[in-house]
């Protein structure tokens, strides 16, 4: 399993507000590592979605906004659009493995 | 904004060496650091690796014995090699450039798949 647990699937209405949760330990993103999360549609490459935690590069939606709390940091995504089905994955440093490591992944599904 | 492009055999054989390369255009490799991802099929992402266009690099322990990624700043590229490969390493391998940590812009992968 992935150092940065994820759940695997979450859902919405279109419009509505969604939330994905990345959980690590003291290792990772509580020891202060930033948190950066990317979207991933289908057949593509991923794609840098926030940065540093908190910062949408350009041409982001501010639908998109990322916050960080101990050991956890969560992507929020509000106004729901069927253009927003796609995998999303938190990634952080971890000191105990000394690696860059990645979530296990997120399916969002607009119903 | 600079784009990348990985290229390379898409099919190894079982102990062989895979071997790719990503091209870097409109930018140059100084200055940066570049990174390989892999996700196999169905499954997450995984980061194998990074160097630095000085020749530094860090790879994840757990590919450590076996990875390899250099750079060559006259050809604007920087490579992946993976010794002795087995059917786990059949993936989509990304190239992507880091900046303070995060990884972006990304490449749009190519499959390689590890058979006899």
């Known amino acids: 399993q992935s150092v940065l647990t994820q759940p695997p699937s979450v859902s919405g209405a279109p419009g509505q507000r969604v939330i994905i949760s990345c959980t690590g330990s003291?290792?990772?993103?509580?020891?202060?590592?930033?948190v950066h999360w990317y979207q991933q549609l289908p057949g593509t490459a991923p794609k840098l979605l926030i940065s540093?935690?908190?910062n949408r590069p350009s041409g982001v939606p501010d639908r998109f906004s990322g916050s960080k709390s101990g050991t956890s940091a969560s992507l929020a995504i509000t106004g729901l659009q069927s253009e927003d089905e796609a995998d999303y994955y938190c990634?952080?440093?971890?000191?105990?493995?000394?690696?860059?490591?990645f979530g296990g992944g997120t399916k969002l599904t607009v119903l | 904004q600079e784009q990348l492009q990985e290229s390379g055999p898409g099919l190894v054989k079982p102990s062989e060496t895979l071997s790719l390369t990503c091209t870097v255009s409109?930018?140059?490799?100084?200055?940066?650091?570049w990174s390989w991802i892999r996700q196999p099929p169905g499954k997450g992402l995984e980061w194998i690796g990074y160097?630095?266009?000085?020749?530094?690099?860090n790879y994840n322990p757990s590919l450590k014995s076996r990875v390899t990624i250099s750079a060559d700043t006259s050809k604007n590229q920087f490579s992946l090699n993976l010794r002795s490969v087995t059917a786990a390493d059949t993936a989509v391998y990304y190239c992507?450039?880091?900046?303070?940590?995060?990884?972006?812009?990304w490449g749009q992968g190519t499959l390689v798949t590890v058979s006899s």
């Open positions: 992507a450039r880091e900046t303070n940590n995060w990884l972006d812009p």
């Open positions: 540093a935690n908190t």
């Open positions: 160097i630095y266009y000085t020749g530094s690099t």
């Open positions: 990634q952080s440093y971890d000191s105990s493995l000394s690696a860059w490591v």
């Open positions: 409109g930018g140059s490799i100084t200055n940066h650091y």
């Open positions: 003291s290792s990772n993103i509580g020891a202060g590592y930033n």
